[in-house]
């Protein structure tokens, strides 16, 4: 899309949250329920009519409610599905006919190998590719707002790997932010993250799934779990726990202190 291009991350996800804020306030004029919109996954949030960007009143609440600009935001009070004044989340997201086509070219991105066509293919849909990436085969990107994914320069992800930048919580709320990732990366085959600000000259074994664990991973960092145990041949004599070798991880494991942080440098 080429509203969002040359554009910063912070300044993206300000315009796509203003574009739900004012589809929010449409369809609570029709169904008569308080949609809101929060900073915080867990916040009551604001409702979305008092953010009308289009009266003076609102356009000032709106100014205010970005002044600082957030990395992810959360929409809720679209009703559970079977309540008759519901509001669908993916209908608040974007018109019928963005999502349709988004849905196709991601089915088309899946099976297209990692060629500077792909890179061009991914821009038209909206992400910032930067020069000289991979991005091997069945990767998928998440189609719910592509303009919300950023990859640097000389960056490779490997195949299946999954970049999402929302999350349904269920009851007619969902959470949406920023997925960056920085230049000289390799991004292991098969990793998985959500709304996430990786570093430069990062690296991801095989298999890793960042999110929702960590927010973000400083530059240098080698991110993955602890390698399998070896069990060595047999020999004469030798006891049943001499046969298993535990390696040491490559990677730092957190210490005591640092396992419930989630801006942690791992293997740095």
């Not at 996800?13 to 449409?26: D, K, N």
């Not at 009308?52 to 009703?79: C, M, Q, V």
Request: net charge positive; aromatic share 8%; proline share 7%.
């Amino acid at each position: 899309m080429r509203r969002y291009r040359n554009k910063t991350p912070e300044e993206v996800i300000q315009m796509v949250s203003i574009e739900m804020i004012e589809r929010g306030i449409r369809f609570s004029r029709r169904t008569g329920r308080t949609i809101c919109i929060s900073k915080t996954s867990g916040g009551a949030g604001v409702d979305v009519r008092t953010l009308n960007p289009k009266t003076p009143e609102g356009r000032t609440n709106l100014d205010a409610f970005f002044k600082t600009i957030k990395r992810h935001y959360t929409i809720s009070g679209l009703g559970a599905p079977e309540e008759k004044n519901a509001v669908h989340w993916r209908n608040l997201n974007l018109p019928l006919g963005r999502r349709m086509l988004l849905a196709i070219q991601v089915g088309i991105s899946l099976c297209m190998k990692g060629v500077p066509a792909k890179n061009a293919f991914f821009r038209w849909m909206g992400a910032h590719i930067g020069r000289n990436t991979e991005i091997m085969q069945f990767v998928w990107l998440d189609h719910f707002r592509p303009e919300l994914v950023f990859i640097g320069d000389h960056t490779l992800v490997g195949a299946y790997s999954r970049m999402t930048v929302h999350g349904y919580e269920g009851r007619g709320r969902f959470t949406y932010g920023l997925v960056e990732i920085g230049s000289r990366c390799t991004i292991g085959a098969g990793t998985g993250m959500g709304p996430i600000k990786i570093e430069d000259d990062v690296r991801t074994l095989p298999g890793t799934t960042l999110s929702p664990y960590f927010t973000r991973i400083k530059a240098g960092s080698v991110v993955g779990w602890n390698p399998p145990p070896v069990r060595k041949p047999e020999a004469a004599g030798q006891s049943e726990g001499e046969k298993i070798q535990r390696p040491t991880p490559n990677a730092q494991r957190p210490t005591s202190n640092e396992e419930n942080s989630p801006d942690l440098n791992v293997g740095r």
